[in-house]
């Protein structure tokens, strides 16, 4: 289940639809199975959240791919694109690496004034990378790989504000106030299984993640309409059962679940 905070319920939204919104739902609950009941796993709407909005990380990684956002802007400013940034395979040649010329040498292709290689565009790219204290050194390699390497001074700052501040520190900001996670969501007429133990474990986690990060985390376990499911026990019990209420034997949860099929 779906709900928006203060609002009616409106059926089956995704995560994606009510992303304007400062309140969100996550539902981490089981799948349907092929009888129509539910398994267990994690809902894609669960994942979504890079997709929707502003997100401030908090780590050098964002810092640098802002960095390169700004220079990608500044450097081709008619071709919007999302620096693609990764850390370097081999540390001799710096921390991160941009790799963005080529897919943009190729869209700037046959348009006028075009750079005559990807490597033309990696060293536009990188000369209009802004001032940051955060920035050592660039260097260009191959067909314009940007490589860049983080200031000395400005890590023992990073690590410097992490000792006093706590780790909280690097945790992301969310555009949301409060989330709603809906998860485990047994069926209490039958067995729990592995299924219910995932989901639980996954929703936790999401949940303790969603708190780090400073948001208002409403955990939500929707058991179902559990008053329609014993009423159908006892009902059955009462007619077919030796004995009926009164019977002397017994029930476990696997019984019951017997006389629920």
Known sequence: MLRQLGRPHTGALSAR?????????LPVS?????????AGSISTAA????????????SLRSEVTE?????????????ATEPFVAATNDPKFGDYQCNNAMALFGKLKGTEGAPKAPRDV?????NALPASDLVAETSLAGPGFINLRVSKEYLAKRVGELLKDGVSTLA?????KRVVVDFSSPNVAKEMHVGHLRSTIIGDTIARTLEFCGVDVVRLNHIGDWGTQFGRLIMYMSEMRDGGLNATQDEDVADLQVLYK
Do not use: C, D, E, H
Request: no cysteine; net charge positive.
């Open 17 to 25: 639809a009510i992303a304007s919104q400062r309140s969100l739902t």
């Open 30 to 38: 089981p799948p349907q199975s092929q009888s129509g009941r539910r």
């Open 47 to 58: 994942v979504k959240l890079n997709a929707m909005g502003s997100i401030s990380t908090g």
């Open 67 to 79: 960095l390169f956002r700004a220079a990608l802007a500044a450097a081709y400013p008619s071709i």
């Open 122 to 126: 990696g060293t536009a790219i990188r």
């Open 172 to 176: 992301p900001r969310l555009p949301y």
